[in-house]
């Protein structure tokens, strides 16, 4: 799979034939963040021809089994499902990579599908210790899912640098402890005040 998560379909299917076990795992852990999702397929078919080319190349093409729509082509599903499936793909891959860094991981996602995210990557990332995951977000709900040390919360100074401070530092993050949620304890301070040393 390349870095920016394109070749999904080529990373499944060498994944369907070689390790069966890591292909369901993908299917089922889509299944859980992704409602109505209940198969991945993954098929060889023709290409788009170019015009130097006599034959069409043959590649993989992922279709998803949705509940009311089956057989779907990848490009037919939202960008959140397919995101969230090429995410899924490099952690469950066994070359998987020791640092993923992924921007607006909320994007495209149901509130309710960020948070089902959050808790199956905190789940899939326990048993994956050498992994690192960095996000950036600006959803209250996949913060919720997270630790306020977990949470890193960037703001620009008045000289254009920009300050980086743990959400645990937040000046009402002991008071709030166990009464907000990270998402609620991030969204006090809008401006983010705090972050640059300004109360």
């Known amino acids: 799979m390349d870095a920016d998560g394109s070749n999904t379909a080529v990373a499944l299917a060498?994944?369907?034939?070689e390790r069966e076990e890591a292909f369901e795992q993908i299917e089922s852990?889509?299944?859980k963040i992704v409602p109505g999702v209940?198969?991945?397929r993954v098929r060889r078919v023709k290409m788009s021809q170019s015009p130097n080319q006599t034959e069409p190349p043959i590649g993989n093409k992922v279709f998803i089994d949705f509940k009311d729509a089956p057989d779907v082509p990848a490009h037919g599903a939202s960008e959140g499902t397919l995101i969230t499936l090429a995410l899924l793909t490099a952690l469950c891959s066994p070359n998987r990579p020791r640092l993923l860094l992924l921007d607006d991981i909320d994007?495209?996602?149901h509130p309710q599908a960020q948070m089902e995210l959050m808790g199956e990557l905190k789940r899939l990332l326990e048993g994956f210790p050498e992994v690192q995951l960095v996000a950036t977000t600006h959803s209250p709900y996949i913060l919720d899912a997270l630790d306020p040390s977990d949470v890193r919360v960037f703001a620009p100074r008045k000289d254009g640098s920009?300050?980086?401070r743990s959400l645990s530092e937040h000046p009402q993050a002991?008071?709030?402890r166990g009464v907000l949620t990270a998402g609620q304890l991030w969204?006090?301070?809008?401006e983010w005040r705090w972050v640059v040393g300004e109360q």
């Open 14 to 17: 060498a994944l369907k034939l």
């Open 29 to 31: 852990e889509l299944r």
């Open 38 to 40: 209940q198969r991945i």
């Open 107 to 109: 994007q495209s996602l």
């Open 162 to 164: 920009v300050a980086c």
């Open 174 to 176: 002991e008071k709030m």
């Open 187 to 190: 969204s006090l301070d809008p």
